[in-house]
Each structure stands twice: as structure tokens, then as C-alpha cells.
């Protein structure tokens, strides 16, 4: 039987402030959901290194086993996910001492081909088994949302859906992230969340206070419950 560590909730939070993988804008940005924001998560530079990101997937892997969710596939967003998903993928299948054809190493294309058959159009290497979807940032949801959508097409069993950090907003609709694939019937689980970072960050990088003010006001505006940083 395969053997992973603990996953540590605080550990994994100090990864994330050693690599400022969370940090602050002095002025608002505008988000890929178009809402604007004070603060960013951008998990790239642990993605782009080849020892951080095996670090990044032990972590993942971790955590998996943590939610005991047993997936024959982990598929990653494309393409803010892929390269993450491939090497958690390749890990946890050599830890199940995996023979030939058990396990698939499979990616989303980013944007699909117009013709083919199904899996060829969407995939490169189509998923199969119980697959668990990850995403790295999650805001709105609707980009892991319409992943999930195409893997549903698919016929391929979705089992869960886990971000490497919920930004914990609340959608146009009022429902957070949680709730809205509840409605798909996939359970989502994040691996860190702003909640408890923000708060982290702010002591560690100390930003001026009407950086924090302005996140507050997010959070007024778009969380799942107001935080206080000051």
C-alpha cells in the first residue's frame, strides 16, 4: 500500500509566504473574473521550478491521500494546472507501484480542436477512472466549472475538484464556489484559502493600511464573510 506524509495545513501555508505566492497591489488590478482587487495570488513561481514544484506535488498528493479520494487520474485546469497535475499524477501512480495501463498521464488542450473525436479534440490523453480536477487560483469557479463540464462530456468520472487556494468570494449568483458544484454534484476542497492567509501575509509583509482598508472592503463586497485585517 502506498505511503504518504501527513499533510500539514501550516506547513504548506509557510510554502506559500516563502515563495509570495500571496502578496498586495498598491493600486487595484483588474482579475481574470473582472472584479478588481488589492491583493493576488499567483502560484507560477512555484510552477516554473523544477524543485518547487516537486515540493508543490508532494504536497498535493499529500492532501489527496488525506481526503482518501483514490484517484486513477488528478487532471489540472488547462493550463494554469497542467504541469502541476501531470507530476502529482506521476507520483501517485508510481507510489501505487502502478503496472502498464493502469494509470494515464492526461492533459487539457487550452483550446480544443474543431474536429476528432471527443477525447481527441479535448485531451491529450483522455482521462479515465476516478479523476480528481485541480485547480491553482479559485475565484468565481466558472473556469474549473467549465472543465468539469467538458470531463462530464466526456463520460469521465469526476470524484472531486481541489484548489491550491480559494480566494473565498462569493459568485454574481451569491453562492460561493463549494456550493455551486455541490449543485454539480462534485465536492470541492482547498488546499489554503485567503481567510487564513490574508491575515498571515499582512503580518509578514506589512503592507499601508489603506491596502488592507481596500481588502476589507472586498470582502464586504465579494466574500463568503467579512475578514478584518487592521
Known amino acids: 500500500m502506498a505511503m504518504f506524509e501527513l499533510f500539514d495545513q501550516d506547513e504548506f501555508n509557510d510554502f506559500i509566504l516563502e515563495n509570495k505566492v500571496i502578496g498586495f497591489y498598491d493600486e487595484p488590478v483588474t482579475l481574470k473574473s473582472g ?3 488589492h491583493w493576488y495570488v499567483n502560484w507560477r513561481k512555484p510552477s516554473e521550478d523544477v524543485v518547487l514544484i516537486d515540493e508543490l506535488s508532494d504536497y498535493v498528493t499529500n492532501f489527496i491521500d488525506h481526503h482518501d479520494l ?7 485546469v488547462p493550463e494554469g494546472a497542467t504541469k502541476l497535475a501531470l507530476i502529482a499524477q506521476y507520483n501517485w501512480a508510481v507510489a501505487q507501484r502502478c503496472k502498464v495501463g493502469e494509470y494515464v498521464l492526461s492533459m487539457g488542450r487550452g483550446k480544443p480542436k474543431d474536429h476528432g ?3 481527441d479534440r479535448f485531451f ?3 482521462p479515465k477512472g476516478r479523476t480528481v480536477v485541480i485547480e491553482d487560483v479559485t ?3 466558472n473556469s474549473l466549472l467549465g472543465t468539469i463540464d467538458q470531463l462530464v462530456q466526456a463520460k469521465v468520472h469526476v ?5 491550491l487556494t480559494n480566494r473565498n468570494e462569493r459568485r454574481d449568483d451569491g453562492s460561493t464556489v463549494e ?8 465536492p470541492y476542497v482547498a488546499m489554503s484559502n485567503g481567510c487564513e492567509l490574508l491575515p498571515l501575509a499582512a503580518k509578514k509583509y506589512k503592507p499601508v493600511a489603506y491596502i488592507l482598508k481596500g481588502i476589507e472592503r472586498e470582502f464586504e463586497q465579494y466574500g463568503e464573510a467579512p475578514l478584518q485585517l487592521r
Open 159 to 163: 470524484v472531486a475538484a481541489i484548489g
Open 124 to 126: 491529450l490523453g483522455m
Open 35 to 37: 472584479r478588481t482587487s
Open 179 to 186: 456550493e455551486a458544484l455541490k449543485r454539480e454534484g462534485i
Open 117 to 119: 473525436k471527443l477525447e
Open 70 to 76: 483514490k484517484p486513477h487520474t488528478i487532471y489540472g
Open 139 to 141: 475565484t468565481t469557479g
